[in-house]
Structure formats: C-alpha cells, structure tokens
C-alpha cells in the first residue's frame, strides 16, 4: 500500500506546538495506517524530539523521519528578510531530494494547526494537472503588484498545501523558487508564501478553504473580514460559513490583534480545540507563557481594543490594505 507523506517543518521554539499538531493527526486519522511523516529539523533539541516520537509510539506508528534541511542562505548567498517566524519556513519549498520516484503526492501542513478530523479526502484531492492544492488567502489587490501576479490572481495560504511531485519537478519549481528569491535579494513580501505564489502562479488547484481555516474565519464575520482585508478573488460567504461547520484543519495564524492557544492570555476563539490536544500532549506539564506583545505591537493592541469594534476595523483596514504593502514595496527596492 502505497503511503501518505506528510510534511512538517520546525526549529526547537516551535517543537512543542508541532507536537500538538501532529497529536492531533494521528489522534483523527487512526484508520490510516500508512501515514509517513517527515520533519524538516531547523535545530530541535533531542530532548524535544523524544517528546514527539513518544507521540508516535502512543499511536503505534512509524517513528518520523528527521530532515536536517538546506542552508538557504548559504546557498543562495544571501540573507534572507524573515517578516515572521524562522527560516524553518523556507525548507518546505525544497522537497524533491527527500523523497523517491514513486512518491507522488505529499501533504505540507503548518506547524500551528491542529487535525480535526479525517484527512483522507485532502490527501487524495484530484489537483487537475496543477503543481499544488491550496486554500486561498484574503489579500487586497495591492500585495499582488509586490510579488509580480496579476492584480485579480489568486492568492494562496502556505499553511497547508498539496504537492504533485512529478509536476513540482517537472515544473522545475524549486530552480524557479531560487532565482527568484535572488532576483529580489533574499526580499520577498510574505518570505515563502510570496515566492510559492509567484512561482506557481496558474499552476494551482484552489482547494476547500475547511483544509486550513485561518483565524481570520473565526474572529470576523464575513463582511467585517471584506472590510478589514478587501480581497480579491476569494471564497463566497456560503463557502467560508460551510468550513466553518464543518472543518478538518483548523491554522492559527497570526495577527496584530490575536493571542494564539499556546499563550495564556489567548484570544483565538477556538483556543480550547488546541488545549484539549495540548492537555494529552508530553508537553502538558510546561506553563503556558504570557504573550511577548511589546512596544508599538503592544500600544496597537490596545488602542484597538479600546476603541469601538467598527471604528477600529476602519483604521485597521487601512493599514492592511494599503500600507502594508505600500511600506512592503519601499522597504525592498
């Protein structure tokens, strides 16, 4: 029986919140039985990885395979402009090495995401002849201009993505995903979700958005999410609602005015979903920590709690519409 491989990727500050994650996919698809999971290690401490095989022993699983991935920088020559996050992020791009000819499909999931329910659909999604699945993402016309995409061209989230391998090779993706990081030394808007979408820009199957329901879909309401990120090209109110009701993998995302599960103080409505995992999880014993909000984060954060919902949502749309990108684009001339 051919497998399902499964790609994660984490340094040692994210372990443990891919820990829970994985929990939660082996937890929910126990009638799979041939899972494979691979681990792009951007420096996990062994203590850490124990924790995560002892997951994989709970569930009578194959032990996961451990990647030490490329030095990007090193091979690119460049120091690469990490918005947020770690350079981890960037090791899901280079897959082709890792995997035999007769791997056909693998299924990258994002470390901060739990597994709700049975994948199976996901993993066997006809991609159309494209390079990759993905769920859209809610961008203003404006972002597209900065990764060079047609103004109305969909965008992806690269939270959870489904690869065809022969057509990523066959594409000569990751040859394309080096010269371009280049191209625009080491500065692309969004780090790898820019250099995906540019790449692979028409060559992508558009997926149901209940594979990677980001926090966006929880904390607004449809119309308030239209005006607070005027996207383009996106999911109908119907469809967004649909996922919600019914979702499989559910992606903490970040954002200026959101406390995600693994801080105390969360604010992501569906933190609970996370801490029931994390409460099975070898990690449980660890203190949640306070969220490292500080400086001009922190004084944002709190003018727009103050401030009254639509008003805030005014000002908030502002800068995500238009001067984020803007200062995007005179940032990386």
């Not at 062994?46 to 490329?70: A, C, H, S």
């Not at 995409?149 to 939270?159: E, K, L, R, V």
């Not at 005014?314 to 803007?326: E, G, K, M, N």
């Amino acid at each position: 029986m051919e497998d399902y491989e499964i790609v994660y990727a984490a340094d040692d500050d994210f372990a443990s919140i891919m820990g829970v994650s994985l929990l939660s996919l082996l937890e929910n698809n126990q009638d799979l039985e041939n899972l494979r999971v691979t681990i792009f290690d951007s420096g996990i401490s062994d203590e850490n990885k124990e924790k995560v095989e002892e997951i994989f022993q709970k569930y009578n699983r194959k032990m996961p395979r451990w990647i030490k991935p490329i030095d990007l920088e090193k091979k690119v020559g460049l120091s690469l402009d990490i918005a947020r996050g770690s350079l981890a992020v960037y090791s899901r791009l280079f897959l082709s090495d890792y995997f035999d000819s007769n791997v056909k499909k693998i299924l990258y999931i994002d470390s901060d995401t739990i597994i709700v329910s049975s994948i199976k659909k996901l993993l066997e999604t006809n991609l159309h002849g494209n390079v990759i699945g993905a769920t859209k993402d809610a961008f203003s016309k404006f972002y597209r201009k900065n990764i060079e995409i047609g103004p109305y061209d969909a965008m992806i989230n690269a939270g959870v993505f489904l690869v065809d391998l022969d057509e990523w090779k066959n594409k000569q993706v990751e040859k394309k995903i080096l010269n371009y990081i280049i191209r625009k030394k080491g500065k692309v808007q969004l780090n790898d979700q820019g250099v995906l979408n540019h790449v692979l820009d028409g060559k992508i199957d558009f997926i149901d958005p209940k594979y990677n329901m980001i926090s966006l879909y929880y904390e607004y309401t449809y119309s308030d999410m239209v005006t607070y990120r005027k996207p383009v090209n996106f999911y109908s109110e119907e469809e967004i609602e649909n996922a919600k009701s019914d979702p499989v993998i559910i992606h903490y995302t970040s954002a200026f005015n959101t406390v995600r599960p693994w801080f105390e103080n969360s604010t992501h409505p569906e933190t609970d979903k996370w801490l029931s995992y994390y409460r099975r999880s070898p990690w449980r014993s660890i203190p949640l920590t306070k969220d490292s909000k500080s400086g001009i984060k922190k004084i944002i954060f709190n003018i727009y709690d103050f401030l009254p919902q639509k008003i805030a949502l005014t000002i908030a749309s502002v800068f995500q519409i238009y001067i984020r990108p803007l200062k995007n684009r005179l940032v990386n001339r």
